[in-house]
């Protein structure tokens, strides 16, 4: 499964799919960010962090186990990437 988000909250973070271009406008702006995302490529991933002037966490998870505290995050943000997230079925 590959996941792509970014966290904005108190601890200001944003799910955001991608290379981090959300992210990075979001840091722009004044928020605290952290990108979350499955990939650490540097051109399509986490790893691209590096090719932005607006600093922003980043952190390499998975949806279904994301390493964040409960209610650190004020707002979630999924860009593009919901359909990385499995689908599960109930009664």
């Known amino acids: 499964m590959r996941s792509r988000a970014a966290a904005v909250g108190s601890e200001s ?3 955001v799919r991608g290379n981090g271009w959300l992210s990075n406008r979001l840091s722009e702006r004044g928020h605290t960010v952290t990108a979350i995302d499955l990939s650490d490529d540097p051109f399509d991933g ?3 962090a590096r090719h932005y002037n607006a600093p922003f966490k980043t ?3 998975e949806f279904d186990h994301l390493p964040l505290a409960d ?3 004020d707002l979630a943000i ?3 990437s919901l359909h990385y997230r499995p689908i599960t079925c109930g009664p």
Request: charge should be positive.
């Open 13 to 15: 973070s944003t799910w």
């Open 46 to 48: 986490l790893g691209a």
């Open 59 to 61: 952190l390499l998870a």
């Open 71 to 73: 209610k650190s995050v």
């Open 78 to 80: 999924f860009n593009a």
